[in-house]
């Protein structure tokens, strides 16, 4: 089954007990933006060398981070509709 967005959050183990019930996403989003580039940076610096020898995994992550952060009401939207 292909499926999109944050669908994968259905398979989660307290998906069932959410589901219909209000959610108060205000945490969730008040922790995206205390995360700061500076912070950000931070926690790249601090991965092992020997980690990213082959891979740039931090800096994918560091964007991902960085977009879901510039796309909170986005996210707290999709995650509104799949708890409905």
Known sequence: MDR???E???DHVFYDELKGTPVN???LTGAFE???D???DEWVAAVPDDWNVRSDA???IVTYLK???ENLDGINSAIGRLLR
């Open 34 to 36: 205390a995360i700061t």
């Open 67 to 69: 977009q879901a952060r």
């Open 8 to 10: 994968f959050l259905s």
């Open 4 to 6: 999109q967005g944050l």
């Open 25 to 27: 996403l205000d945490r």
């Open 58 to 60: 931090a800096l994918q």
């Open 38 to 40: 500076e912070r950000l």
